[in-house]
Every structure is written in C-alpha cells, then in structure tokens.
C-alpha cells in the first residue's frame, strides 16, 4: 500500500520561501514517479513538477526557475522548494506517485496524499 503525507505547508510573504515535503511508504521510490500537483480556490488542479526514480525532472513553465523538486532516497522523501514565492502560487499542494509521465491532472492518477495549504499573502 502506497501513503504518501505532505507536511510544509503554511503563510509566506510574496518573495518568499518554503520548502515542502513528501513521505512516502512503500519501496515506491525504484518505481514509481513522484509529483507535486496544486490546486487553487475556484480552479483544476494542475501539475508542477516531477520527479522520476533516476532524477529527472519536469516542471510547470511558470515555476521554472523558482522550484525545485527533489528526493532523498534514503529518507523516502520528496521535496519542492519554493523561491520568490507569488501570491498566485497560493493553493493545496499535492503529492502523488504514478507509473508513468502525466502533464495534466486526472483523479484516478496514481496514489495522492491529503495535500498542504500553501499561502503567499502580506
């Protein structure tokens, strides 16, 4: 059984910081991709990065350069860090474990954690 729980979540300031992160159960880390979905008052749920078993990683046009998506293995834990934070990057983030690439959302993708709020406000 794959779980997976995000913790980091919280208020930032517009250019600011936080590090988000994923723990996962299972021996999900040699198989299974993981990514950071979002979702935002009122909107889908759109897709901001992954990262795949050996490393490679794609990400939203408008978080490149500011996010970073990573992984321990030894921890079974995925990170995103979040620089120069917007206040349109205010939504749910989520973490979900997949078998192949996605590049938008659907609700039977792979397994999802119960998602952190992230709010960029001053």
């Known amino acids: 059984q794959v779980q997976l729980v995000e913790s980091g979540g919280g208020l930032v300031q517009p250019g600011g910081s936080l590090r988000l992160s994923c723990a996962a159960s299972g021996s999900i880390f040699s198989t299974y991709i993981i990514f950071w979905y979002r979702q935002a008052p009122g909107k889908e749920r759109e897709l901001v990065a992954g990262?795949?078993?050996?490393?490679?990683?794609r990400y939203l046009d408008s978080v490149k350069g500011r996010f970073t998506i990573s992984r321990d293995n030894a921890k079974n834990t995925i990170y995103l860090q979040m620089n120069t934070l917007k206040p349109e990057d205010t939504a749910v983030y989520y973490c979900?474990?997949?078998?192949?690439?996605?590049?938008?959302?659907?609700?039977?993708?792979?397994?999802w954690g119960q998602g952190t709020q992230v709010t960029v406000s001053s």
């Open positions: 990262i795949s078993p050996n490393g490679d990683v």
């Open positions: 979900n474990a997949d078998l192949q690439w996605r590049s938008y959302y659907r609700p039977d993708y792979g397994y």
